[in-house]
């Protein structure tokens, strides 16, 4: 059905690269990893500034221990669309990371890897202290941890706020329009897993 549909797309080169990518994951969900690999690398051909992909495919590359030096490039141009992003370290166990943010689940990567965990600061979500305590832990939002406003300021149509978190990191957040916190004031941050980028790191 996916190639069918591709050979009806004209004058698309967005549209038709997504047709590949989709391909290319169907095939790497039946362990097809010759075709898969053919069809991502048609994807960015014709479209390379996909960071979703260029993520994947460095991940997958890696996962299959095939080409590192491509997976490396990969991750590389996948960091240059995350330049204004958060990033946190951690080490793999097993399969999961543990972080002041709860756990994060990386398959496929070995065990002791050191990984990035990437999120951008409009994806965070800011919650109210309460006596010292923030929202409880959720499978979809992950442990909170706090953070004290170091920086708010109003930039265009959105608030940006700097935390000086307790595990020693400085967060960026984004909230549309004004929301000044006062400085030194406690929040506590979570990190949605379905906005999170992991890559080994370099």
């Not at 999961?96 to 890897?113: I, K, M, S, V």
């Amino acid at each position: 059905m996916l190639n069918k549909g591709k050979l009806l797309v004209f004058d698309n080169e967005v549209m038709e690269s997504e047709f590949y990518q989709q391909i290319g994951d169907a095939h790497y969900g039946q362990k097809k990893i010759k075709e898969a690999f053919y069809n991502f690398d048609k994807s960015l051909e014709i479209n390379e500034k996909n960071p979703i992909l260029l993520n994947n495919f460095s991940y997958y590359l890696a996962v299959q221990n095939m080409t590192l030096e491509k997976a490396e490039t990969l991750i590389l141009k996948a960091l240059q669309f995350f330049s204004d992003a958060n990033a946190i370290q951690a080490t793999l166990n097993g399969s999961l990371a543990d972080t002041p943010f709860g756990q994060f689940f990386a398959p496929g990567l070995a065990d002791g890897t050191d990984i990035d965990i990437v999120f951008r600061p409009q994806h965070i979500r800011i919650d109210f202290d309460r006596k010292g305590q923030g929202p409880l832990p959720t499978a979809s939002q992950g442990v909170a941890a706090r953070g004290i406003v170091k920086r708010a300021r109003f930039v265009g149509n959105e608030s940006l706020i700097e935390f000086e978190m307790d595990f020693g990191s400085t967060i960026k957040v984004t909230v549309p329009n004004v929301f000044l916190p006062n400085i030194g004031h406690p929040l506590w941050l979570t990190v949605p897993r379905d906005k999170c980028h992991i890559f080994p790191k370099q």
